[in-house]
Nanobody, 123 residues
Framework: QLQLVESGGGLVQPGGSLRLSCAAS????????IGWFRQAPGKERDRVSC????????YYADSVKGRFTISRDNAENTVYLQMNSLKPEDTAVYTC????????????????WGQGTQVTVSS
């Protein structure tokens, strides 16, 4: 069964850090670009970050630039999202997704999706 599984979410105070993981099972991630998306209650799903198949190219939404870092370890079949200086507005369900193409914004271009992990930033 082809699956993406996220982990690492939780409750953190403003200014804190979390590292999300996106692990693949049933297939290898190295032929896919991986995107991280988030969706807050009542809002649309937005792309937060993306990393190319080789890891040589990355994308960040303006709202997270300088605070979030995406990386991948193809040997471990895992992609990470390091989130620093978290703000209450970062609160959302974070989901990773895989696309065989390059990093794109269109949600429909992603072939596999995880189930999501909740990130809550609150004092």
């Amino acid at each position: 069964q082809l699956q993406l599984v996220e982990s690492g979410g939780g409750l953190v105070q403003p200014g804190g850090s979390l590292r999300l993981s996106c692990a693949a099972s049933g297939f290898t991630l190295d032929v896919y670009a991986i995107g991280w998306f988030r969706q807050a209650p009542g809002k649309e799903r937005d792309r937060v970050s993306c990393i190319s198949r080789s890891g040589g190219s990355t994308y960040y939404a303006d709202s997270v630039k300088g605070r979030f870092t995406i990386s991948r370890d193809n040997a471990e079949n895992t992609v990470y999202l390091q989130m620093n200086s978290l703000k209450p507005e970062d609160t959302a369900v974070y989901t990773c997704a895989a696309t065989r193409g390059t990093c794109v914004s269109r949600i429909g271009r992603y072939d596999y999706w995880g189930q999501g992990t909740q990130v809550t930033v609150s004092s």
